[in-house]
C-alpha cells in the first residue's frame, strides 16, 4: 500500500487539521485561560468582546475552510456527470484540495483510455460490419451457385456444371452459331402402346425411360434439349469434351439401345409393355442461344442441321440408329458403319445420304 502524501496544507487532510484547531483547540485554550488566569466575573466587557471575537472568527473560518472543500467535491462530481453524460470529452481542470486533483488526474487518465478503447472498438466495428457484408455476400453467390448447380443439373451431368459455372467463355450465355451435333430419340409404336395403357402408367413408364437415357445423354458430355412427347432432343458440342461431340452422339446412341433392350426384359418380366426407339443423330452448323418471349425462353439450338437428325429419327426403326453424313466423316474408324443411301429433306433439293450405326 502506498503511503499517503496528503499532509500539506493544500491537501484535504492538511486542512482537516487546521480546521480542527480553529474549531475545537482555540476556543478550548481561550475557556481554560478565562478558568484558569482571569476571573470570569471581574472579566471586563472589552476583554470579553475581544475573546468572543476571536472565537467566532475561528469557528467562522473553520466552517469556510470544510465548506470551501465541500464546494469544491461538488465542482468535482458536476464535472464527472457532465463527461458521463457525454456533453463533454475534454479533460477535467479545476482549482481543488491536492486529493481532489489527484482524483481529476486519474478520472482524465482513465477518460483518455476508454476514448482510445471506444476508438478501437468503433474500429473493430466498421471491420466486423465489413466482414459481415463480405460473409452476406459470399453467401448470397453461394446461394446462387447452388440454384445454378440445380438448374443446370437438369440439363448436363454433374460432372459438367462445374465446367459450365467455370467457364470463362460464356458457354450458354451468348447466342452463336457453331457446330453441334444433335440426336434425336423416339419410341415406336408409341401412340399405340399408350391407348392400351392408364394414363399414370404412361406417364410412370415415360419418367423412367427418360431417366435412362438422360443419365446416358450426360455421361457421355451431352445436354439435354428438350422433351418432346415420347421424344427428347439432344446436343453435343455446346460443351468442350475429349472426344469429338459426334464420337459423343455415337456413343450415347449405342449405350440408349443397349439400355432400352435391358429395361425392356425388365419390364417384361412384370408383365408390361415393352417398345423400342429409333435414334437419328446429325452433324452441322447451327445458331445456338435463347429463343422465345420475354416472358418464356428457351436455351436451345436451330438450324436445318436440326432439321436432318430429325427427318433421320423418323426413318430410322426400332433398334436402328441413323446418322448423317457429317457425322459419319467425323468417326470413320471408330465404329461399324453401313451406307443406306439417300434420303429427301423437306426444303432440300438434293437428297442426303445417311449411315446406319451396326452395334
Known amino acids: 500500500m502506498m503511503k499517503s502524501n496528503y499532509h500539506n496544507s493544500n491537501s484535504f487532510y492538511g486542512k482537516t487539521r487546521i480546521v480542527f484547531v480553529l474549531l475545537g483547540i482555540i476556543p478550548f485554550l481561550l475557556a481554560i485561560h478565562l478558568a484558569v488566569y482571569g476571573k470570569i466575573k471581574l472579566i471586563d466587557t472589552e476583554t470579553l468582546l475581544v475573546l468572543s471575537a476571536v472565537a467566532l472568527f475561528s469557528i467562522l473560518t473553520g466552517f469556510y475552510v470544510l465548506r470551501r472543500s465541500a464546494d469544491q467535491l461538488a465542482d468535482l462530481s458536476t464535472e464527472t456527470g457532465i463527461i458521463e453524460a457525454g456533453e463533454k470529452s475534454e479533460p477535467i481542470r479545476i482549482k481543488a484540495d491536492q486529493e481532489l486533483n489527484d482524483i481529476a488526474g486519474h478520472f482524465n487518465s482513465i477518460h483518455k483510455r476508454l476514448q482510445k478503447v471506444n476508438r478501437e472498438l468503433k474500429k473493430q466495428s466498421v471491420q466486423l460490419m465489413l466482414y459481415a457484408r463480405d460473409i452476406s455476400l459470399s453467401h448470397k453467390k453461394t446461394k446462387e451457385e447452388e440454384e445454378l448447380r440445380y438448374t443446370l443439373s437438369r440439363y448436363v451431368g454433374d460432372n459438367l456444371v462445374e465446367k459450365l459455372i467455370n467457364s470463362k467463355n460464356g458457354v450458354f450465355l451468348d447466342n452463336e452459331r457453331k457446330e453441334v451435333t444433335i440426336l434425336f430419340a423416339d419410341i415406336r409404336s408409341f401412340t399405340t402402346i399408350a391407348e392400351r395403357m392408364e394414363a399414370e402408367e404412361v406417364v410412370s413408364m415415360l419418367n423412367e425411360f427418360f431417366g435412362v437415357m438422360v443419365d446416358i445423354i450426360f455421361r457421355n458430355n451431352g445436354t439435354l434439349d428438350k422433351f418432346i412427347g415420347d421424344e427428347l432432343m439432344a446436343v453435343f458440342g455446346l460443351i468442350p469434351a475429349e472426344n469429338s461431340a459426334s ?58 442441321s436440326v432439321n436432318v437428325a430429325a427427318r433421320l429419327e423418323q426413318i430410322a426403326k426400332g433398334g436402328e440408329i441413323f446418322i448423317g453424313d457429317q457425322t459419319y466423316r467425323q468417326t470413320q474408324g471408330h465404329f461399324r458403319i453401313q451406307k443406306k443411301g439417300g434420303i429427301s429433306v423437306k426444303n432440300k433439293t438434293e437428297p442426303i445420304m445417311c449411315y446406319e450405326v451396326q452395334r
Open 247 to 304: 464420337h459423343d452422339a455415337i456413343q450415347a446412341a449405342i449405350e440408349m439401345q443397349y439400355a432400352t433392350e435391358d429395361l425392356m426384359k425388365a419390364r417384361a418380366k412384370q408383365g408390361k409393355e415393352a417398345f423400342e426407339i429409333g435414334i437419328g443423330v446429325n452433324t452441322g452448323s447451327a445458331i445456338v442461344g435463347n429463343v422465345g418471349s420475354e416472358n418464356r425462353m428457351d436455351y436451345t439450338v436451330v438450324g436445318d
